[in-house]
């Protein structure tokens, strides 16, 4: 079956390391998409990417940074940098250009920072 | 860009109970909008979607939303809740080329 799958579902971050979250899709999507989630906050983009190697900031970019090497691809780095990390972080997924169409999410991936 | 408001962070109902979770957006050109139902600890599915036609849009589980562009407001309703029907609501707008949420609601269904 087509979808999306993060990794790893639970991740524990040291402070000032840093850690790379995993997304790929099998739905040959163009767009992929990181979004924050935080309690009361709802989902905050991140970064998305439209195409291979190309990637545009969302509203909260800072301390994190991403990579589009190849279209199933789209991992999260989350830098020391960023002061306040633990969250719950989901990928999406859509075909480039198409507006009318919904977004395909991963099941997450929860980082804690200890 | 746009935004989307959801107007309650709660909303919650006995069983059985009809529901209405309200959401509003800003933007002035046509827009696609979305809701979305997030269980613990899962990512997020589509209950329904508003592309054109009908203002009247049904989706699945029971739930249908009806869109007012004068309004601007998309606001999801079921005439009747079950208990299974706990979780977070999310309302989302597609604009040019990237996805808006709101904040969210929690609904909690009461036995």
């Known amino acids: 079956d087509g979808g999306i799958t993060q990794s790893p579902k639970y991740l524990f971050r040291k402070e000032g390391q840093n850690v790379t979250l995993s997304c790929e899709q099998n739905l040959n999507h163009d767009a992929m998409y990181w979004y924050r989630q935080d309690p009361g906050q709802g989902l905050r983009l991140i970064y998305y990417s439209q195409i291979v190697n190309d990637f545009q900031k969302g509203d909260i970019a800072e301390g994190y940074s991403v990579s589009r090497e190849k279209k199933e691809s789209f991992p999260l780095t989350v830098t020391s940098a960023q002061k306040n990390p633990t969250a719950f972080y989901l990928c999406a997924s859509t075909p480039r250009g198409r507006r009318n169409t919904e977004a395909f999410f991963g099941q997450g991936t929860r980082l804690t920072v200890v | ?111």
Not at chain 2, 63 to 83: C, G, W, Y
């Open chain 2, 1 to 111: 860009a746009q935004s989307v408001t959801q107007l309650d962070s709660q909303v919650p109902v006995f069983e059985e109970a009809p529901v209405e979770l309200r959401c509003n957006y800003s933007s002035s050109v046509s827009v696609y909008l979305f809701w979305y139902v997030q269980y613990p600890n899962q990512g997020l599915q589509l209950l329904l979607k508003y592309l054109s036609g009908s203002t009247l849009v049904k989706g699945i589980n029971g739930f249908e939303a009806e869109f007012n562009k004068s309004q601007t407001s998309f606001h999801l309703r079921k005439p009747s809740v079950h208990i299974s029907d706990t979780a977070e609501y999310f309302c989302a707008v597609s604009d040019r080329g990237d996805m808006r949420f709101g904040a969210g609601t929690r609904l909690t269904v009461k036995p």
